[in-house]
């Protein structure tokens, strides 16, 4: 089955850039009706979508965070990553990467249903001085 | 932005009982909703999407409800291996999530 591994620096110090590694196996990055999603937590709050990529390269971003992530995907490495620069400690948290994937469609509304169907188990970046 | 709010945070009930977990968005998103539960260390697993299509592989014990604002996530004859953070997320524009349920088996 598929699954799903972050990778990348646990510390970052502020002001500079978070870069992460989500690599798949079992399974294909280029495969359709799949987005590729990244979500954060920090501690003793909510999920946060960050954002996700069709392996066509279009992207989705939270518009809270978009001026300052990149999520991109390299379909020869089988992986998708994560950049966020200019960071502070609010950025601190474990960042997931998960497989959003067409589960329903009603085609009489034209509505297309999602869901996170594979998760990685999630990594924890610091960012602290 | 949709907001989604989740109650209770957190609740204690005993093996076999009937557990409701409540999520309401801040406006209607259809059917636009999915549940997850989430264990600590692990990687979160998806239960119930379309707020009612229950996931293959998904005991038949969870079952989930509502369209418009307001969905449960329901689980019938709680075991103990159900403890777990359950959160809901809405996928009618960007993705949002609730703020997380925590369920303990007494």
């Known amino acids: 089955q598929v699954q799903l591994q972050e990778s990348g620096p646990g510390l970052v110090k502020p002001s500079q850039t978070l870069s992460l590694t989500c690599s798949v196996s079992g399974g294909s990055v280029s495969s359709g009706f799949h987005y590729w999603s990244w979500i954060r937590q920090p501690a003793g709050k909510a999920l946060e979508w960050i954002g996700r990529i069709y392996v066509g390269g279009s992207t989705d971003y939270n518009p809270s965070l978009k001026s300052r992530v990149t999520i991109s995907v390299d379909t020869s490495k089988n992986q998708f990553s994560l950049s966020l620069n200019s960071v502070t400690a609010t950025d601190t948290a474990v960042y997931y990467c998960?497989?959003?994937?067409?589960?329903?469609?009603?085609?009489?509304?034209?509505?297309?249903?999602?869901?996170?169907?594979?998760w990685g188990q999630g990594t924890m970046v610091t960012v602290s001085s | 932005d949709i907001q989604v709010t989740q109650s209770p945070s957190s609740l204690s009930a005993s093996a076999g009982d009937r557990v409701t977990v409540t999520c309401r968005a801040s406006q209607s998103i259809g059917s636009f909703l999915n549940w997850y539960q989430h264990k600590p260390g692990k990687a979160p697993k998806l239960l119930i999407y379309a707020a009612s299509s229950l996931q293959s592989g998904v005991p038949s014990r969870f079952s989930g409800s509502g369209s418009g604002t307001d969905f449960t996530l329901t689980i019938t004859s709680l075991q103990p291996d159900d403890s777990a953070t359950y959160f809901c997320?809405?996928?009618?524009?960007?993705?949002?999530f609730g703020q997380g349920t925590k369920v303990e088996i007494k």
């Open positions: 997320q809405q996928s009618y524009s960007s993705l949002t």
């Open positions: 998960a497989r959003d994937t067409l589960v329903h469609r009603d085609v009489s509304n034209y509505h297309y249903y999602y869901a996170m169907d594979v």
